[in-house]
């Protein structure tokens, strides 16, 4: 399967598409970040983003599209450019009838090094290694991106299964009400 | 100038359209709520959002869209949908080329009834009166709505005009560096 990662952000959106299956070597099918500057307004630079993340979609057709959850944590200054740029994350793959995948960041971590409280170098070089690269991706954004399509590609769309069920069983809850 | 008011939320996106200018009545073109269930999935549900907001702009072609602002605020339950629904509104106006205002519950207040700390009876008593209306519209997120589109039509969009001055300054200030 072909599983686009995307880490989403208003100043960097990070974009990593990653193939193959558990139990074999991954592939890094390309890997890069969509960035805005904050000269812009808010709405153009939120434009900027979606165009982005259509013109990787159109190019990779991924088969899952794996966002970072976000939580409102004490990072506030940034974390309503963070929740929109994954909300377009989302509605970009729905759209297309592409599922869509949130992974935790500690999910993440513990997926590619074992350790949910791995820091950003640890992450970044396991992705290296995972993905046989020369060099780790840079920034950050690029190698979290790359960490996210790992974990989904790796928790075998156990998440994507278990959330259908939820949403099956809720929704049948609401018919019977 | 015809203005549609956006309340953003995940559940229940009031949209509100008023048409008319500074001094002169206002008058109501329509007033409504965009609902998603919660049985579906977020991404389903903003996509919901997304088309039931393109549908409204291209049914009432606003010069512009007024979107309340956000605040990473105590209720962290609700503020990622709200941001998401937000943006959402948005990118809807801005890849249109339609002008986006934002403004903060407080200035809505105090813009229509005078004072910032207003309940939501108070602003939806106002809204009711300054649109010359026989009910007070329901639910209150359509009504707060409306009182952002009043919002904006009685700033005279000095709002856009400030904003539209600082990324000019910014951007030139970009160029230089």
New interface residues.
């Given amino acids: 399967m072909r599983v686009l990662g995307i880490d989403p952000g208003l100043t960097r959106c990070g974009m990593g598409v990653v193939e193959g299956e558990v139990g074999r070597p991954l592939t890094l099918k390309d890997v890069g970040v969509i960035r805005t ?8 630079r ?2 900027t983003i ?1 165009k982005g993340i259509d013109a990787w979609i159109d190019e990779h057709r991924p088969d899952a599209v794996a966002v970072e959850r ?1 939580f ?1 944590r004490s990072d ?1 200054s940034t ?2 450019g963070t ?6 994350a ?2 970009c ?3 297309r009838g592409i599922p ?1 995948a ?1 992974h935790t960041p500690s999910e993440v971590k513990a997926a590619v090094s074992g350790n949910g409280r791995a820091d950003k170098a640890q992450v970044g070089a396991m992705v290296t290694r995972i993905l046989r690269l020369d060099a780790m991706p840079k920034p950050a954004d690029a190698a979290d991106a790359l960490a996210l399509a790992i974990t989904h590609i790796w928790r075998g769309g156990a998440q994507a299964r278990i ?1 259908a069920a939820q ?1 099956a069983a ?2 049948a ?2 018919r019977n009400r």
Same sequence: chains 1, 2.
Avoid: H, K, Y
């Fill in positions: 500057t904050s000269t812009l307004a808010v709405p153009d939120l434009v979606e976000i409102a506030v974390i309503m929740a929109q740029a994954s909300g377009l989302m509605v793959a729905a759209r869509v949130l959330e949403a809720l929704a809850a609401g």
